[in-house]
């Protein structure tokens, strides 16, 4: 799995997709490591074990979003793929769990190439499922190789063990004779959301997504899945998609027509202006100086790891600092200055350069501080929030610096802060700190809206700033909004 970031700092290698191993996740480990998760593969575990298949695993890997991933990297990722369809032999059906946004050097459409890849294989007979996250770039060339498309409901993502259940079951309709094989239709209007606006609470994605469910109760739609795209992938067919898994064809392309034009109707509601550093600050001093009884959150949603973002930006704790605001800071992407950490010891003192060396300049130097070492941890939490509920997160070797109040809360593998237990695993207590500083774009609202006394979102540099018109795209269709804002679209 793979959301890629055209324009990130960071390089993605086979390595990448490891997932804190050796190697990729193989065959019957595959099983054995999701059963019993809240995640997309779970779900399929759970139906499959109720339904007494013999299931088998294929392999798994996930790397953090990052830049392309190269064609030698892409090319073994689908050669251990194929041989493990291959070698499973004649199977009845196929369920896959893939994200949508992967970008490889020689196959920009990566997941579309993967499902026909696996197609030619297990051949035209056997039943295709996926599951994928709502910021996928769909293709036309992926939905002709399925039979059904399924995406997750909700940003932040907490639905993908519900959605991995449902697409099982149709799956299990399907090999049961309950359901006729389905069809998978398309609808892409010319347009590149950003994401900063996709939250599924409110706004067009939560519209979007209730219009789909409505067309659900036609007899011939099996489900509608809206996609929101990633917009930060340069290739032609990046952005929004209407997905529509059918048994009736007039009827699947009417619905996913009708939903792409309601996503070209609303895609001003997309656009969003956010504060700068300075001002987003402003705001929260006010906010706590007013009285507030919980903490204020400051989102860096530009340099957010989980949407490619180098995650150790500094412009906004730059801020912060010069200002001499007490509050705390995670995770920052140093394993430098975690290293000099643990050299220096709990109780040290002693001058740092944190963050600001993995992106090009503009986004922030290195902030030079005389800090603390107040907690080391070896990065592993088990996470408590919706997104990352009851799996094991791996940060690597990681630290709280203390500068003048302030925790830094520093790690050595590059993450969205999207659970609490980033802070709890250095000994911070999110709860009381009056200022906190997480780097995400939205997964983080799952466990931290309900302990904030407001979120702020902030316009501070970073390879995955919500202003698409800042982006040099090459590849990309055109005319497309909102990089050429006067397009039409005749369907």
Known sequence: ???????????????SFHTGRDDLVNG????????????????????ADAAGWDLIGTVSGHATPSGNVPAAAYDELKRRLIDRVRHAGDVDGVLLYLHGAMLAENAPDAEGDLCAAVREVVGGDVPIVVELDLHGNITEAMCRVVNAVYVYRTNPHID??????????????????????PAVYISKPPMIPPTINMRTAEGP?????????????????????????????????VGAAMVVTATDPALGQRCADSLGRAA???????????????????????????????????????DNPGGGGSGDTTEL???????????????????????????????????????????????????????????????????HGPVVRGQTVASGPSACIEVNGFKLVVTSIRHAANDRGYFKMVGVVPEEEPLLVVKSRGHFRAD??????????????????????????????????????????EE
């Open 1 to 15: 799995m793979h959301e890629t970031n055209s324009f990130s700092p960071v390089g993605t290698t086979f390595a």
């Open 28 to 47: 019957i480990e595959v099983i054995e490591d999701h059963r019993g998760t809240f995640t997309g593969l779970g779900g399929f575990i759970d139906v």
């Open 160 to 181: 993908a063990y519900e959605r991995g259940i449902e697409a099982a079951r149709c799956l299990q309709q399907m090999l049961d004779g309950a359901l006729a094989r």
């Open 205 to 237: 994605m939560r519209d979007l997504i209730e219009r789909g469910i409505d067309w659900e109760a036609h007899p011939g739609i099996v489900t509608t899945a809206v996609f929101g795209g990633f917009a930060y992938a340069d290739f032609d067919q």
């Open 264 to 302: 070209w109707e609303m895609r001003e509601e997309f656009l969003k202006s956010i504060p700068t550093p300075e001002e987003a600050l402003d705001q929260a001093l006010a906010i706590i100086s007013a009285g507030a009884e919980r903490p204020v959150v400051l989102a860096d949603v530009a």
């Open 317 to 383: 704790l730059r801020v912060i600092l010069a200002r001499g605001v007490p509050g705390a800071a995670a995770a920052i992407f140093d394993p430098e200055a975690v290293q000099q950490a643990i050299e220096a010891g709990i109780g040290a003192e002693r001058d740092f350069r944190i963050g600001g060396k993995v992106g090009p300049p503009e986004h922030g130097q290195p902030l030079e501080v005389r800090g603390r070492v107040t907690r080391l941890s070896d990065g592993f939490f088990v996470g």
């Open 448 to 489: 931290f809206e309900p302990i904030a006394e407001q979120i702020i979102e902030v316009d501070a540099p970073g390879a995955a700033n919500p202003n698409v018109l800042r982006y040099p795209f090459q590849r990309v269709r055109r005319p497309v909004w909102p990089l050429d804002p006067g397009v039409a679209w």
